[in-house]
Nanobody, 126 residues
Framework: QLQLVESGGGLVQPGGSLSLSCAAS????????IGWFRQAPGKEREGVSC????????NYADSVKGRFTISRDNAKNTVYLQMNSLKPEDTAVYYC???????????????????WGQGTQITVSS
């Protein structure tokens, strides 16, 4: 069974940092682009960041550029999202997702993604 499992969520104060992990099981991530998405209460799901199959190209939403960093370790079948300088508006459920991709790079549009994790809650509050 193909699964993605997020971990690392929690409560953090504004200005703090968290690191999320997305571990795959049942398939290898080598040929998959991976994206991080988030959904806050009452809002639509939005793309946060994505990384291409070989990790060479990444994309970020303007709202997180310079604060979040996506990376991957294909040997560990895991993708990471390092989140720094967190703001209350970053509060949301964060999801990782994957889709098969031959080309380099990634598309940060949710309809491209076939496999989704269950989500992990990030709350930024003092």
């Amino acid at each position: 069974q193909l699964q993605l499992v997020e971990s690392g969520g929690g409560l953090v104060q504004p200005g703090g940092s968290l690191s999320l992990s997305c571990a795959a099981s049942g398939f290898t991530l080598d040929h998959f682009a991976i994206g991080w998405f988030r959904q806050a209460p009452g809002k639509e799901r939005e793309g946060v960041s994505c990384i291409g199959p070989n990790g060479g190209r990444t994309n970020y939403a303007d709202s997180v550029k310079g604060r979040f960093t996506i990376s991957r370790d294909n040997a560990k079948n895991t993708v990471y999202l390092q989140m720094n300088s967190l703001k209350p508006e970053d509060t949301a459920v964060y999801y990782c997702a994957a889709y098969f991709r031959i080309q380099v790079g990634c598309i940060m549009t949710s309809r491209e993604y076939k496999y989704w994790g269950q989500g992990t809650q990030i709350t930024v509050s003092s």
